[in-house]
Every structure is written in structure tokens, then in C-alpha cells.
């Protein structure tokens, strides 16, 4: 894949895109990358990662559950990093080749990733790369509002409670699972539930 990446870099670079940074992220407070290397690393620093020249302009596209999204990406995070110290390419870069290249029309995931989904469009725009749709669900979170993941050190659902974790699942996701399906095989529950997902009950949920 990374030959793949190196092209789509490339082409960025080519065409005055793409510019290299010397910051790290202790050398700016919050999440917004001020321009420190835009036009030239200060004395003193070395090239660390590459980042996309972001242009300020407003980014607005249709989510399948939220609506209509509007975004500033050069407001929002600024000057985005493609390629990370040690030669690791980036989520945006990789994320939008990859799924480009699978030919996917359709992203399915969690509201926490809505944000960067303008960055991705930007990058589609510019690589002349189809823009999917896209539907952010709902996700799960602990008391403090984290996702619940291996990150936050959530309990892993044993197999025992695999029917009810879907069971719960599927309410959480208000798909309605009448309740003489609790306790069932998920291979029942999955059978219920396939036919009769409504992406409508979630757009009714985040009016």
C-alpha cells in the first residue's frame, strides 16, 4: 500500500500542495496547527513530517444520519499532517487512497469520526477522487464521555454476552428488537434485524 500512498503524495507535492514541517505537537497548544512552517522551517528545526496546504474555505457535504455538515478545515485543524515522522503515513492520506481504491461509495461509522471526514473530502477533491456517502452513527460511551474501546479500557464482551451485547446494541441504535428476542442466538437476532434496519430511526434520534 505504501507505494500507493507515495503516489497520491506525490501528486499533492507536485502540484505546490504539500509542504514540510519541523513542529511537533508540544510546539502548539490545542488542536489547530498554526502555519509555524508554511512558508519555510524556522532555524534551528529539521524536517519532521509533511503536512497538506489546507486552502480556508468552507467544506459542506450531506450526512445519511446527521444532515448537512459544514466545516472549515483550516479553522477546525489547519494544516494537516500526510506523512508522520519515520516515514508513517498518515489516517487522511491512507484512509482516502484505501477506500478509493476498493472502490467504496458507502462509509458506515462512528459520530466521533464526522470530523474528519471534510479532511478526507478535501483530499478526495484534490487526488480528483469520488467523495462517498456517508452515515456517522451513535457511539456507545463510558461516564465521562468516552468511547467505549480498548483505549478507554471498556470490558471486552465475553462470548456468553455476545446475544444480549447485540440485543442492546441494536436498542441503543434504536432499532426496536421486540423483547421476546432477548436471550436469543445471534444468528436470530441478526436474521430479525438485517431486514428491517431503518437508518430513519437514527436521523429521527439526532433531530
Same mark, same amino acid.
Given at each position: 500500500?505504501?507505494? +500507493?500512498?507515495?503516489?497520491?503524495?506525490?501528486?499533492?507535492?507536485?502540484?505546490?500542495?504539500?509542504?514540510?514541517?519541523? &513542529?511537533?505537537?508540544?510546539?502548539? $497548544?490545542?488542536?489547530?496547527?498554526?502555519? %509555524?512552517?508554511?512558508?519555510?522551517?524556522?532555524?534551528?528545526?529539521?524536517?519532521?513530517?509533511?503536512?497538506? +496546504?489546507?486552502?480556508?474555505?468552507?467544506?459542506? #457535504?450531506?450526512?445519511?444520519?446527521?444532515?448537512?455538515?459544514? =466545516?472549515? $478545515? @483550516?479553522?477546525?485543524?489547519? /494544516? #494537516?499532517?500526510?506523512?508522520?515522522?519515520?516515514?508513517?503515513?498518515?489516517? !487522511?492520506?491512507?484512509?482516502?487512497?484505501?477506500?478509493?481504491?476498493?472502490?467504496? %461509495?458507502? *462509509?458506515?461509522?462512528?459520530? /466521533?469520526?464526522?470530523?474528519?471526514?471534510? &479532511? =478526507? *473530502?478535501?483530499? =478526495? +477533491?484534490?487526488?480528483?477522487? $469520488?467523495?462517498?456517502?456517508? @452515515? !456517522? *452513527?451513535?457511539?456507545?460511551?463510558?461516564?465521562?464521555?468516552?468511547?467505549?474501546?480498548?483505549?478507554?479500557?471498556?470490558?471486552?464482551?465475553?462470548?456468553?454476552?455476545?446475544?444480549?451485547?447485540?440485543?442492546?446494541?441494536?436498542?441503543?441504535?434504536? =432499532?426496536?428488537?421486540?423483547?421476546?428476542? +432477548?436471550?436469543?442466538?445471534?444468528?436470530?437476532?441478526?436474521?430479525?434485524?438485517?431486514?428491517?434496519?431503518?437508518?430513519?430511526?437514527?436521523?429521527?434520534?439526532? /433531530?
Amino acid at each position: 500500500r505504501h507505494a +500507493r500512498y507515495e503516489q497520491a503524495l506525490a501528486r499533492l507535492r507536485a502540484n505546490g500542495r504539500t509542504f514540510a514541517c519541523g &513542529c511537533t505537537r508540544k510546539d502548539f $497548544p490545542g488542536s489547530v496547527y498554526p502555519g %509555524t512552517c508554511r512558508n519555510g522551517i524556522p532555524r534551528g528545526r529539521t524536517a519532521r513530517t509533511v503536512r497538506l +496546504r489546507v486552502d480556508d474555505a468552507v467544506v459542506c #457535504f450531506h450526512d445519511r444520519i446527521a444532515g448537512r455538515i459544514e =466545516q472549515n $478545515p @483550516a479553522r477546525a485543524f489547519g /494544516d #494537516f499532517v500526510l506523512l508522520r515522522a519515520g516515514g508513517h503515513y498518515a489516517y !487522511h492520506l491512507a484512509c482516502v487512497v484505501d477506500d478509493a481504491d476498493a472502490g467504496i %461509495t458507502d *462509509i458506515v461509522r462512528g459520530a /466521533d469520526l464526522l470530523d474528519s471526514s471534510p &479532511c =478526507q *473530502i478535501v483530499l =478526495q +477533491r484534490l487526488l480528483g477522487l $469520488p467523495t462517498p456517502a456517508y @452515515a !456517522h *452513527i451513535p457511539v456507545a460511551v463510558n461516564a465521562a464521555g468516552d468511547k467505549l474501546s480498548k483505549q478507554t479500557f471498556a470490558a471486552a464482551v465475553e462470548p456468553a454476552g455476545v446475544a444480549d451485547a447485540l440485543f442492546e446494541g441494536l436498542r441503543f441504535l434504536h =432499532q426496536s428488537p421486540p423483547a421476546e428476542l +432477548r436471550g436469543a442466538p445471534p444468528a436470530e437476532l441478526l436474521a430479525w434485524a438485517i431486514p428491517r434496519w431503518r437508518i430513519a430511526a437514527l436521523r429521527d434520534e439526532s /433531530d
